[in-house]
């Protein structure tokens, strides 16, 4: 198992982070690190402790460590378990916004670096996931950005968790409009049959159907907000022989009511 962690790194820990030194992507200052962000701005990122398991949106004060929310008891998502360490406020904001704007390099680094302890102490007691699939992008969307953000985290975190990135396998089958904006009802139709699995080669050329997914996957992204795309990616590897699905981001948007991102 990879031991690059944020949390653990004392100092430069390669030779390349002893001769450059890492550049803190948000106050500009030297790191200390061979990845870019300082100790002190990753303490003021705000930690998304005492979330719901399954859904990881934050408890209400006076709930259980652990404790499955009313809307997960009621309504179980088609997922299993949610790994969200973070929530989604400045300074992460910054970083993930550079995700997404950028090369994405840099910030994959660091948001893998701080999402890969929270996943390997989930999994202290439990197994881990057989392998992990990047949320997909439309065809049109990639060739805007030029890369899937997604796929830049997963390369970082397999290395940490000693698993394979199944790559392209799950697909996005069309371009929807951005979710930020939209409130939960709308996300939901916006996604709602833009996810495919795709058959590999020898499936195609036999007419068969999808076969030999893992049977526990880990869905990566950088946030999630309502899980409205997590459930309809979800929803398709499900119907594709997928047992379990787990996911693992970075961050989650603390939401109203109406899903609409919480002031």
């Known amino acids: 198992m990879a031991s690059n962690r944020l949390a653990e790194a004392d100092g430069p820990v390669n030779v390349i982070g002893a001769v450059f030194p890492g550049i803190c992507l948000l106050c500009r200052r030297r790191s200390r690190r061979d990845v870019d962000l300082c100790r002190e701005c990753e303490a003021a990122l705000e930690r998304n ?27 179980p998502p088609p997922w299993a378990v949610t790994v969200a360490p973070f929530t989604y406020s400045p300074p992460l904001s910054r970083v993930v916004e550079g995700l997404k704007s950028g090369n994405g390099l840099r910030e994959a680094r660091i948001l893998g670096g701080i999402l890969a302890p929270a996943i390997q102490a989930r999994y202290r007691r439990d197994v881990l996931p057989e392998a992990l699939i990047a949320m997909p992008l439309s065809r049109r969307r990639r060739r805007q950005r030029g890369y899937n953000q997604a796929e830049l985290l997963a390369a970082v975190i397999c290395r940490e968790v000693d698993r394979p990135v199944l790559k392209g396998r799950l697909v996005r089958t069309r371009h929807a409009p951005p979710q930020r904006t939209l409130p939960r009802s709308a996300r939901l139709r916006n996604v709602r049959g833009a996810f495919d699995v795709r ?65």
Not at 49 to 62: K, L, N, Q, Y
Not at 200 to 208: G, K, M, Q, T
Request: net charge positive; glycine share 8%; charged share 25%.
């Open 199 to 263: 058959r590999r080669l020898r499936e195609r050329v036999c007419a068969r159907t999808v076969e030999d997914m893992p049977k526990r996957v880990a869905l990566v992204d950088d946030v999630t907000t309502t899980g409205a795309t997590v459930r309809a990616a979800s929803e398709i590897l499900r119907s594709a022989g997928v047992e379990e699905v787990h996911v693992w981001v970075a961050a989650k948007t603390v939401t109203g009511r109406d899903g609409r991102h919480a002031a």
């Open 49 to 75: 402790e005492r979330a719901c398991p399954v859904c990881a949106e934050p408890s209400p004060p006076g709930s259980t460590a652990g404790e499955i929310c009313g809307s997960c008891i009621v309504a």
